[in-house]
Structures are given as structure tokens and as C-alpha cells.
């Protein structure tokens, strides 16, 4: 058994620990129809959406399909609710909204399944939420889009989640066109139309004109002079000067011609410590962005890493992982926890600045379990 696997044994006597029902709405917590996997974040006993990408990679790996399957169905439950699909089950966070990862969690749970009749029964909730995000309140004048919250305008600085933005002021939040929303909503277009010919043999070829659409705008985002995508400010009409780890998510989605590829790849120098790769660049100027180097989140180390490993940059995906990797297991043996933040700089899980640090089990452990499979360490 590798180092690395050593730890399933214990990864998977947690999703025990962490699996939990709500029958029936609580003080806190919305009901959910079946049994779910908790991220361990926020309330702890919360089913959280963008988590749940993460976690079902973990749950995929180790043969949990029917907890996958179940996570999946108890977000579409949400969608149907809500209109659309909340941060969480949690009562406080029903007007946040997180990255629209919708189609890839279905996509996963299928490839598990072949389950053609469950595809088609999720279908809807997928197009609905795709739809939501390319028409008002989140289109811009750049054709591209935004966050929005679904609260009342006056509440938008309290209820979006800005860890996944996390570079603007928060009373400008809805002025940017954020790289890693268009990115991910451009391969969206694709990876639905594709589930649509699964299930009926044919797609909605509006779906790809959308696709490439997006694509082509996704350029308004890219900077000539530094060959890197970085956010645009549509109000100001300037890109941020900020590199963030989320800018690499046109090679998570694997959207950028190898040429664009092997520039953006150039800047990766600037991410990394000795403990992997943190969410922004080493020399930051702007002093108030609390996610920032020396920082490093299991999500943003699954999508730099899988970018690498399908852009063929193997050596450095490789090498990257292996350090993060090596991170949590050694974190591990002193804590016996799974953290929601490492400090790539010195290899711990102290934070010299930003948010308070947590033991989690979901994203964290899903990432461990998903990075052994992509980097062929099975």
C-alpha cells in the first residue's frame, strides 16, 4: 500500500461520521429528500453545492455511487425548490449562489451508472440552471456574465460568496465578467448538449452556438501584454491586475488553443511554495484580499492540476500534486484532521492572513482521492 493510500482506510470510516439526513426542516437547515454527504464546512452537518463536485470525485473513486447519486438528487431537490440551486441546505445561505458545477456532477454520477432514465430526470434542472445564468440580472454589456445574488439588491455584499470572487471590493462584485464563471459556463454549453445526446441521440445546437460565443468574448478577458486571463471590469473598462489560481480554469475546461496553453502555463512559477500551489501570485499588490499567498484550497489544486495533466504539462502537474499531497498526509499525522486550508509556504495550516482555518472533511478529501487517480498514482 503507498503512502498515499494509507489513508483510505480512514477516509472512508469519515464518510460514515460525515453522511447525514434531514428528514424534516430544522432550526437551520432546509430538509433534503435522501441521505447526503456533509462538507464539514460552515454548519457541519450542511450539504454545500460547489462542494459537492469535489466530494463526489472522492465518493466516485472508493464505489459510493449510491451517496453520489443521492448528493446530486437532494441539489436538483433545491433546484426545483428555489428556482435554483442555493449555496446550501442551510436556511442562511438560501441567496447565495455558487459556481454552476450542475452538469459535471450529473456527468460523473452517469459515467458511474449508465443510468440513461436517472440522465434524462436531471436533465431539466441542468438546462434551468444554465439558463439562469445567461439571461438578466446576470448578462453584461460585454456579452459575457456575472455574479449575482438572488437577494435584494442591498444585500448582494452579504450574500455573495466570495471565496470564489475573492479579488474585488465587495460593492463592485457584479461589475466583473469573473474568468472562472465564463470559462465554466462556455464548457457547460458543451457538456449539455452532450448529455442531451446520450439520452436522445441529438442536442440543441443552440447550446454550441452559446458555446462559442462565450469562447470568442472569453477574449476580452485575455491580456495581450502579460498572456494571462485576468477579470474584467465592464464598469471601468479594465481588466484587474491581479493573478489569481481561478484564472486557470480555461484549462480546467480545456477551451484555450495549446499555444494560449503554454503561455498561461509560464506564470505558474509565480503560484508556487513547497507545499504546492496557492490561490494567487507571491507578489500581490492589493493588500485587503484576504485568499492569497501563502494560501492553498483543495478545489483550486484539483483544477490546476487536472488543466495541467490535460494540457500534457505532466512533469509539473505531477510534481505540484505530489507536494500537496505530501501536505495533508503530514498535517494528518500531527492533527488527525482534514483541513479546509494549508499554508503552502511552510506546509502547515497556520494562516498569517484571511479566514479562520477549519478541520473539513469534504472538498479536502475528495481532492486527495481524486488527484491519487489523475496523476496515475493507483
Not at 116 to 138: C, Q, R, V, Y
Not at 345 to 357: H, I, V, Y
Request: glycine letters at 6%; aromatic letters at 14%.
Amino acid at each position: 500500500m503507498s503512502k498515499y493510500h494509507s489513508l483510505f482506510p480512514e477516509l472512508e470510516k469519515q464518510i460514515t461520521t460525515f453522511t447525514n439526513e434531514t428528514n424534516y426542516d430544522t432550526e437551520s437547515l432546509i430538509a433534503l429528500p435522501y441521505p447526503y454527504l456533509a462538507s464539514g464546512r460552515g454548519g457541519g452537518k450542511s450539504l454545500f453545492y460547489f462542494d459537492t463536485f469535489f466530494i463526489n470525485l472522492g465518493l466516485l473513486k472508493l464505489n459510493k455511487i449510491d451517496l453520489a447519486r443521492h448528493n446530486v438528487e437532494n441539489l436538483v431537490f433545491l433546484a426545483r425548490k428555489n428556482g435554483f440551486i442555493p449555496a446550501s441546505n442551510e436556511k442562511s445561505m438560501q441567496s447565495i449562489l455558487h459556481l454552476p458545477f450542475l452538469p459535471w456532477i450529473v456527468r460523473d454520477v452517469y459515467r458511474a451508472t449508465g443510468d440513461k432514465g436517472w440522465l434524462n430526470k436531471m436533465l431539466p434542472a441542468i438546462l434551468d440552471e444554465f439558463k439562469m445564468w445567461t439571461t438578466k440580472p446576470h448578462t453584461t454589456p460585454t456579452g459575457l456574465y456575472r455574479y449575482v445574488s438572488k437577494a435584494d439588491a442591498k444585500k448582494i455584499q452579504e450574500d455573495i460568496d466570495t471565496c470564489w470572487i475573492n479579488i474585488h471590493d465587495f460593492t463592485e462584485i457584479t461589475h466583473f465578467n469573473p474568468v472562472n464563471l465564463n470559462a465554466l459556463l462556455c464548457r457547460n454549453a458543451k457538456l449539455i448538449y452532450d448529455l442531451q445526446v446520450e439520452v436522445d441521440g441529438q442536442g440543441d445546437e443552440t447550446l454550441l452556438t452559446k458555446s462559442d460565443q462565450i469562447l470568442h468574448l472569453l477574449d476580452i478577458c485575455w491580456d495581450n501584454d502579460n498572456n494571462f486571463f485576468y477579470d474584467n471590469d465592464f464598469v471601468k473598462k479594465q481588466l484587474t491586475d491581479v493573478k489569481m489560481l481561478s484564472a486557470f480554469f480555461p484549462l480546467f475546461v480545456e477551451i484555450v488553443a495549446p499555444e494560449r496553453a503554454q503561455k498561461m502555463y509560464s506564470h505558474l512559477p509565480h503560484f508556487l511554495g513547497n507545499g504546492g500551489i496557492a490561490c494567487s501570485e507571491k507578489d500581490i499588490k492589493v493588500d485587503t484580499l484576504k485568499w492569497r499567498y501563502p494560501l492553498s484550497i483543495a478545489p483550486y489544486v484539483y483544477t490546476i492540476i487536472k488543466g495541467l495533466c490535460d494540457y500534457e504539462f505532466m512533469e509539473d502537474a505531477a510534481d505540484i500534486g505530489a507536494s500537496w499531497l505530501d501536505m495533508v498526509i503530514s498535517n494528518y499525522e500531527k492533527t488527525g484532521q482534514f483541513w479546509e486550508w494549508y499554508n503552502v509556504e511552510n506546509g502547515g495550516t497556520d494562516l498569517p492572513s484571511g479566514p479562520e482555518n477549519r478541520p473539513i472533511w469534504g472538498w479536502t478529501a475528495g481532492t486527495f482521492i481524486a488527484l491519487i487517480d489523475t496523476l496515475g498514482l493507483d
